[in-house]
């Protein structure tokens, strides 16, 4: 197929690029490079000068992407491109829905207008567990109805994207021209490509993972644990950790399932939890290093235990998580780390 993957150059969009392009697919990355890397995109480009391009803009700006879109005639878009932290959602509410509900509705109408107003195909959005806020114990592990009641800006940027987005496909069907429409709804992505040659790289850092990283290779003091006396085994917040890969793997699999006609929602998760300490006694394990943690007061607003409830993408589209001990995925992110100690 022939892909735009917006938000091509951050962390999971480098990823996407990468799996499509092994699998033999035409890749147009885009990205305004706010917060993705030159470098991935070079190191993709040097592998694959055939079938991989490049452009450094904003996706909101309609007549860049649908230039690309008529230009390389592309027929499916992977949306990735966002601002994605939920603490500063929460100080710049306005910067979040602009970047990623205007800029976006500028992506959509480029989709719309392209190959002479037949518009594109397949559309594929990054959501989040975001959209769930904090679910009620009974939807613990969390499945797909379960009600979406954000708790930041952030969450709210990616529910009001999902109703645009199933209102553009109900237009579509209406106009006997539909498009197939997934949403997936990723919980926490974790891990580097095993092959080595792409990782994580966020300034600021915020997730778990790579933080406490940074702890083990000296990059940090030390790290505080924000909470300790919530009601789980340990006392701390517990969150599910999908594997880059295997989220990349849910994307192909909606990409090549999910019917023109069809919009599907579908939480991409492994389907357990793991507390933070259980992550921070991970990363010491991998890395060898025992850094100091101290004990810290709860943050508002974050939710106790969050963690899928995989049923439906496992029976729909037929995903598993195939990389599922919590070393292993720590180990990925920890060698690419290691070897990138200033990033790309
Ligand atoms: N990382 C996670 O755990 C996680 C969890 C749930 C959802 N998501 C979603 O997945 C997507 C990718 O996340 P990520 O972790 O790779 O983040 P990232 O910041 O590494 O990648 C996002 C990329 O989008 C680009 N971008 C942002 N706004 C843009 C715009 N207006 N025009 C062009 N490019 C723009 C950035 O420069 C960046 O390269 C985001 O939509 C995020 O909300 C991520």
């Not at 069907?173 to 966020?202: C, K, Q, W």
């Not at 003091?221 to 006396?229: A, M, Y």
């Not at 701390?236 to 890969?245: A, C, F, G, L, S």
């Not at 991970?282 to 100091?292: A, I, L």
Request: overall charge negative; proline content about 6%.
């Amino acid at each position: 197929m022939r892909v735009l993957v917006t938000g091509g150059a951050g962390y999971i969009g480098s990823h996407a690029c990468q799996r499509l392009l092994r699998d033999g697919h035409h890749i147009v990355a885009l990205d305004n490079l706010h917060r993705g890397h030159q470098q991935p995109m070079d190191l993709l480009k040097s592998q694959h000068p055939d079938s991989f391009d490049f452009i450094h803009s904003d996706l909101g700006d309609t007549e860049t992407v649908l230039g690309a879109l008529n230009a390389h005639n592309l027929d499916t878009v992977m949306h990735f491109g966002a601002l994605a932290y939920v603490g500063e959602s929460v100080e710049d509410p306005l910067w979040y829905y602009r970047n990623n509900i205007s800029s976006a509705i500028g992506l959509l109408d480029a989709c719309d207008q392209c190959h002479d107003g037949k518009g594109i195909s397949r559309f594929i959005f990054s959501s989040s567990c975001a959209t769930y806020g904090n679910p009620p114990e009974d939807k613990i592990p969390v499945p797909e109805d379960c009600p979406q009641s954000p708790t930041s800006p952030y969450g709210y940027t990616k529910l009001h994207m999902e109703h645009i987005l199933k209102d553009y496909a109900q237009k579509r069907s209406i106009d006997d021209n539909p498009i197939a429409l997934t949403m997936l709804r990723y919980f926490n992505v974790a891990g580097s490509d095993r092959s080595g040659m792409l990782g994580e790289d966020h300034t600021p850092e915020t997730h778990l993972i790579p933080v406490a990283i940074e702890a083990a290779l000296g990059k940090r003091e030390s790290l505080s644990i924000f909470g300790t006396d919530y009601p789980t085994p340990d006392g701390t917040n517990v969150r599910d950790y999908v594997h880059v890969e295997d989220l990349i793997d849910a994307h192909v699999l909606a990409m090549h399932t999910v019917e023109r006609g069809q919009v599907e929602a579908f939480n991409v998760g492994i389907g357990e939890g793991y507390s933070v300490r259980q992550i921070l006694d991970s990363v010491k394990r991998v890395s060898g290093v025992d850094f100091p943690v101290h004990d810290a007061p709860r943050r508002a607003g974050d939710a106790i235990a969050l963690f899928n409830n995989p049923t439906k993408i496992k029976s729909t589209l037929g995903w598993e998580a195939k990389i599922t001990d919590i070393d292993e995925i720590v180990k990925t992110a920890y060698d690419w780390m290691k070897d990138h100690p200033d990033g790309y």
